[in-house]
């Protein structure tokens, strides 16, 4: 929501009180209903693709692993470079404290980390599961997840400032991440963390984010007057791009026996919605960010330090020999959980 429909809202509700809750009240249901249609959607049709091809129902062109990895270059190279582009073309970048916003963005995920192998202490668990509960703490669906949920609850403005908020993100998963992971296991596949870090500037996806946020930013400083349709292209690139990843989520998602792992997947629950939230959030207060632009840099770094387990999160206990069914439980619980978070979360930034 951009602060001129705030603006708008707010002298509305001053006319008209009992139409403008009503209002307000349908259109906080709009922005849920159509959050959970575009994240269920997503899902279940990768994931209804999958079982289609595992029963022999349906024959597609090429292989699923390859029609996973078709539609995240899809959404990573073109759609969501396009439409981030397109939204801090006209974002307000003006104040200097927004450069703290990346280092919000990586305090958020190493303190998850950093809480979920205080939670796998106390839980007593063997190294298997520590390390794969550290990657849960820490990765964070932020790319998919949190990007649609900035852009339908916060606009243009909100998602603009989500490939800031994440450029840290791929940087900590490779250098604090993965050797943490590979820490608490017992495999003897060893890749040197410099080679990783080494493979990020050669990265088609992090170098293709790292340009749009460029341009965009070069594109706002100079004063070029967006053309109208890219308003457009942005309302729907963000949405579809969302699908598209979430639907190769879908493709290769696999449900355990999550009352397995119910201790582990509450312990996470509370440091991905509660701890990890109110720590970044405070950061972010202290920074200043709730002055800036009606508080909108304070309203993403809640939203995108409340989002669940990231997919990618599987992937240390795949590499290293971790306990994958808590991973995959984790992942699947605090997914689930946005029925409830999400609603909350809206609530809380009508508040201001």
């Not at 341009?215 to 963000?238: C, D, H, M, Y």
């Not at 770094?301 to 994958?324: C, G, H, K, Q, R």
Request: hydrophobic share 50%; charged share 15%; proline share 5%.
């Amino acid at each position: 929501m951009s602060t001129t429909h705030l603006d708008a809202e707010e002298s509305y509700c001053q006319c008209s009180p009992p139409y403008y809750i009503a209002s307000l009240k349908a259109k906080i249901m709009l922005k849920l209903i159509l959050s959970f249609i575009i994240i269920l959607f997503g899902l279940l049709l990768g994931y209804g693709i999958q079982v289609l091809v595992n029963r022999n129902a349906v024959s597609l062109p090429i292989p699923v692993d390859q029609l996973r990895k078709l539609l995240q270059k899809t959404a990573l190279l073109f759609l969501n470079p396009v439409a981030i582009v397109g939204a801090l073309w006209v974002v307000n970048i003006e104040s200097i404290r927004l450069a703290a916003l990346p280092f919000n963005g990586l305090f958020a995920i190493l303190t998850g980390g950093a809480l979920a192998l205080a939670a796998a202490k106390l839980l007593k668990l063997e190294p298997r599961k520590t390390g794969a509960m550290y990657g849960c703490g820490s990765f964070t669906n932020i790319g998919s997840i949190g990007a649609l949920i900035c852009f339908i609850f916060l606009g243009e403005q909100g998602f603009a400032l989500v490939p800031i908020y994440k450029i840290f993100e791929e940087l900590s998963y490779y250098c604090v991440g993965f050797p943490i992971a590979k820490y608490y296991s017992s495999s003897e596949k060893t890749e040197r963390t410099m080679d990783r870090i080494k493979s990020l500037g050669k990265d088609p996806f992090i170098l293709t984010a790292l340009s749009s946020i460029v341009l965009g930013g070069l594109l706002n400083w100079a004063g070029i007057q967006r053309p109208e349709f890219f308003k457009t292209v942005v309302s729907v690139f963000v949405p579809l791009g969302t699908v598209l990843l979430l639907t190769s989520i879908g493709l290769a998602l696999k449900f355990r026996r999550v009352r397995d792992y119910l201790r582990e997947c509450l312990s996470v629950s509370v440091i991905k919605f509660l701890l990890v939230p109110v720590l970044a959030s405070s950061l972010a207060y202290l920074l200043g960010f709730g002055d800036i632009d009606h508080g909108l840099p304070l309203k993403v770094v809640i939203i995108l330090s409340s989002m669940p387990v990231a997919f990618n999160a599987l992937i240390p206990p795949s590499i290293y020999d971790l306990d994958l069914d808590l991973a995959n439980s984790c992942w699947f619980f605090t997914t689930a959980l946005l029925i409830i978070i999400l609603p909350l979360l809206l609530i809380l930034l009508t508040m201001f």
